[in-house]
T-cell receptor, first 110, second 116 residues
Framework: DAKTTQPNSMESNEEEPVHLPCNHSTISGTDYIHWYRQLPSQGPEYVIHGLTSNVNNRMASLAIAEDRKSSTLILHRATLRDAAVYYCILRDANGNKLVFGAGTILRVKS | NAGVTQTPKFQVLKTGQSMTLQCAQDMNHEYMSWYRQDPGMGLRLIHYSVGAGITDQGEVPNGYNVSRSTTEDFPLRLLSAAPSQTSVYFC???????????????FGNGTRLTVT
C-alpha cells in the first residue's frame, strides 16, 4: 500500500477552522483516501473518505488536490471534543492491508 | 446494531499463557482485521480476513493465530504470551462495495492486554 505523510502535531483555537494536511505522492489511481480519528482511550472512528472529488459530511470536509498527491481534512469549527489523533490512510481496490501511520495529534485550545 | 464487539476489555496474562481475544460484528461485513497499538504509536495490522474461511497475514503476524469460521466472528489467539505482546488490540470490519474493499472501517473499543 502507498504511504502517507502527516505532521506530527497541530494546534488550533476553539471555534476556528482546522486544516489537517496529508501527502501521498505515490498514490495510485484506484486508491481511496480515508481519514480516521482516535479520541483518547477509544478505538479509531471513521471521519470521511474520497477518491477524486472533494467530499463533505456532517463531521468534516475532504479537499483532494487535482493531482491527488495530497489532501486536506477540514474541520470547520474546532471544538474541544475534536482533540484527537487524526490518521490519513490509503485503501486500494483490494483494500486488504491498511497501513496506519503515526497520525497528527490535534490539540484544541479554549 | 451493536457494531464491533470486543471481549474482554482488559486482560492480564503471565508469560507463556495462552488466550483468545474475541471479536464479533453484526453488520454482515465480509472484511475483518486485527490491529495492535503500542503506547504513543499508530496501529499495526496483525491479521485480516476477507470472508469466512479466508485469512491472511498483516505487518506483524508472529505470535498470533486467527481463524474465520463464520462471517460474524474473528478471534485472535495468542498461543504463548510474551511481554512484547503487551498492547491494546483493536478489531475492525468493513463491508464490500461493488467488488472493492473501499468502504469505511468500523472499529471495536479495544482489549488492553498486559503480559507479565
Amino acid at each position: 500500500d502507498a504511504k502517507t505523510t502527516q505532521p506530527n502535531s497541530m494546534e488550533s483555537n476553539e471555534e476556528e477552522p482546522v486544516h489537517l494536511p496529508c501527502n501521498h505522492s505515490t498514490i495510485s489511481g484506484t486508491d481511496y483516501i480515508h481519514w480516521y480519528r482516535q479520541l483518547p482511550s477509544q478505538g479509531p472512528e471513521y471521519v470521511i473518505h474520497g477518491l477524486t472529488s472533494n467530499v463533505n459530511n456532517r463531521m468534516a470536509s475532504l479537499a483532494i488536490a487535482e493531482d491527488r498527491k495530497s489532501s486536506t481534512l477540514i474541520l470547520h469549527r474546532a471544538t474541544l471534543r475534536d482533540a484527537a489523533v487524526y490518521y490519513c490512510i490509503l485503501r486500494d481496490a483490494n483494500g486488504n492491508k491498511l497501513v496506519f501511520g503515526a497520525g497528527t495529534i490535534l490539540r484544541v485550545k479554549s | 446494531n451493536a457494531g464491533v464487539t470486543q471481549t474482554p476489555k482488559f486482560q492480564v496474562l503471565k508469560t507463556g499463557q495462552s488466550m483468545t481475544l474475541q471479536c464479533a460484528q453484526d453488520m454482515n461485513h465480509e472484511y475483518m482485521s486485527w490491529y495492535r497499538q503500542d503506547p504513543g504509536m499508530g496501529l499495526r495490522l496483525i491479521h485480516y480476513s476477507v470472508g469466512a474461511g479466508i485469512t491472511d497475514q498483516g505487518e506483524v503476524p508472529n505470535g498470533y493465530n486467527v481463524s474465520r469460521s463464520t462471517t460474524e466472528d474473528f478471534p485472535l489467539r495468542l498461543l504463548s504470551a510474551a511481554p512484547s505482546q503487551t498492547s491494546v488490540y483493536f478489531c475492525a470490519s468493513s463491508r464490500r462495495i461493488l467488488g472493492a474493499y473501499n468502504s469505511p472501517l468500523h472499529f471495536g473499543n479495544g482489549t488492553r492486554l498486559t503480559v507479565t
